[in-house]
């Protein structure tokens, strides 16, 4: 089978950029083969399909305001995008497409030649960006469902894209045009990583046979060399410092949990107010590779996920537990899909640093710690496993070229 993926970014920017390059090699080594569809950039792996890829451009947080302004046109409706997505196709002739997370980058306009050719199309809901205008349900640090419905100028009022009254009023007004041009129209099913995520999708309009759930597949990482000692025991947090995954929690459960050092892996717009406000037990280690991460991981006492929004499936989490480490997460989101309550972790209210650190410090203590650890074990490797996903999506290709 040929399988088209789409994906604003063709490198290992994040959490999407996994699965969407997991899948790849995986489908790959089942035997299909695999096209890519992305933006250019210079950390771009290698493609096939490469010569066909959309130009550059940067939405980013850093990016400078003018230079987002000049690719404003790009990001309602992508010309280059759709240009290039329509040559692919003529060359590639895939089977099937499955798009991960377009966003600005490519923006909806890729789905256009993709219906022109009769391509059968499945998204993965990365995030809520067809219905939520910044994407994650949440303004400034809380869960926010005022877009619901369709009512995106909630957005301009709130200023929740990127902290910008101006961005997003932009971002409200290209929510209304993609709603009025019925932009993911061509989408004959979504893929929902975790059962929230179905439910939420469902709940937001979404048909309930078009929304099937599949979980991320996770795979154990090989082991690097740190180049450093850890400490005997020690609590870990591993992910973007940023205000949805929690991060302002983190100086209060070091605190609370001291003299047990809490170690920090990661970057992020809130490195520099993390480190200003950081106890002498919070070590900030900066962005790891993956093998010294793993390597790490495999070290810790307890993993903490405090996050404030609402995850779609928690892969840092998901790692952790394949480890067979204690995990304290909140419970928002498809957490406590992976973190069940004293079966394979601890779960804390959303927010509460105090909650938080109680968990963390009876996963230091707790004798049944272990037993969650290999609880977690088992759940991931049932949850998650590569073949199955693998399996599953083939499943759900072959399905939609027989309608």
């Not at 980013?60 to 040559?87: D, I, K, N, T, V």
């Not at 789905?111 to 050719?117: D, K, N, Q, S, Y």
Request: charged share 20%.
């Amino acid at each position: 089978m040929r399988v088209l993926l789409v994906n604003a970014f063709h490198w290992l920017k994040g959490g999407v950029e996994r699965t969407y390059l997991d899948e790849s090699r995986w489908l790959g080594a089942a035997g299909h083969e695999v096209q890519h569809f992305a933006t250019q950039h210079p950390r771009n792996l290698p493609s096939p399909t490469s010569a066909y890829f959309a130009p550059s451009a940067d939405f980013g947080e850093g990016a400078p305001l003018l230079a987002q302004l000049g690719s404003l046109p790009s990001a309602l409706w992508s010309a280059p995008a759709e240009q290039g997505m329509e040559r692919l196709i003529a060359h590639g002739r895939p089977d099937v497409a499955h798009v991960h997370a377009p966003s600005r980058y490519l923006s909806p306009s890729i789905f256009a030649p993709l219906e022109r050719a009769g391509v059968p199309v499945v998204m993965t809901l990365h995030d809520f960006k067809p219905w939520c205008t910044n994407r994650i349900l949440m303004a400034h640090g809380r869960i926010c469902e005022r877009c619901k419905g369709g009512h995106h100028w909630h957005a301009a009022t709130t200023g929740c894209v990127q902290g910008s009254h101006l961005k997003s009023a932009f971002a409200a007004f290209e929510a209304y045009l993609h709603d009025h041009m019925h932009a993911y129209r061509s989408v004959r099913r979504w893929i929902a990583p975790s059962r929230f995520v179905r439910e939420k999708a469902i709940e937001w309009g979404v048909p309930a046979e078009r929304v099937q759930v599949v979980s991320h597949g996770v795979e154990p990482m090989a082991m690097g060399a740190m180049g450093f000692e850890a400490p005997p025991r020690f609590a870990l947090f591993a992910g973007r410092l940023s205000l949805e995954k929690g991060v302002k929690l983190l100086p209060e459960i070091a605190r609370a949990i001291a003299p047990v050092p809490l170690w920090v892996a990661g970057e992020g717009p809130l490195a520099e107010w993390l480190r200003a406000k950081a106890p002498e037990t919070l070590r900030m280690l900066g962005h790891l590779e993956d093998g010294v991460l793993a390597a790490l991981r495999a070290r810790a006492s307890v993993f903490v996920a405090p996050s404030l929004f609402v995850e779609h499936f928690g892969y840092s989490v998901a790692e952790a537990l394949l480890e067979g480490r204690p995990v304290v997460a909140a419970r928002i989101g498809a957490l406590p899909e992976l973190v069940e309550h004293e079966v394979t972790g601890l779960l804390a209210t959303p927010g509460d640093a105090a909650e938080h650190a109680t968990m963390v410090k009876r996963a230091l203590e707790d004798p049944a710690a272990a037993a969650w650890g290999a609880a977690g074990r088992a759940r991931v490797k049932e949850l998650a496993d590569p073949a199955d996903h693998v399996r599953r999506l083939v499943g759900i290709y072959e399905a939609l070229l027989r309608l």
